[in-house]
């Protein structure tokens, strides 16, 4: 069975910033491609960043130049730094994976950022 496991979230002050980690049960390899979503209160859960095996990576306008996905395939697991946080980055942030094309196929439970202004 496929686990992930987010961590690293907290509370934190507009312009700070905060890793988060996601560990995979079993091999990263299993997934062509690795992502971190997030969903606000009263909004659509959306992609913030995107990972494939091979290394290319895709994120959202809003984070561009702020957050960067990375992975150590070592550990199986793979992280969300963000910089230059904003009080719009608020949001519950999850892991995702997928088989294919769309980090979709599996979900962690999610982990809470919050920034206050």
């Known amino acids: 069975q496929v686990q992930l496991v987010e961590s690293g979230g907290g509370l934190v002050q507009a312009g700070g910033s905060l890793r988060l980690s996601c560990a995979v049960s079993?091999?990263?390899?299993?997934?062509?491609?690795m992502g971190w979503y997030r969903q606000a209160p009263g909004k659509q859960r959306e992609l913030v960043a995107a990972?494939?095996?091979?290394?290319?990576?895709n994120y959202a306008d809003s984070v561009k130049g702020r957050f960067t996905i990375s992975r150590d395939n070592a550990k199986n697991t793979v992280y969300l730094q963000m910089n230059s946080l904003k009080p719009e980055d608020t949001a519950v942030y999850y892991c995702g994976a997928g088989v294919r094309g769309v980090p979709s196929d599996y979900w962690g439970q999610g982990t809470q950022v919050t920034v206050s202004s």
């Open positions: 990972m494939t095996s091979g290394g290319s990576t």
């Open positions: 079993g091999s990263i390899f299993r997934f062509n491609v």
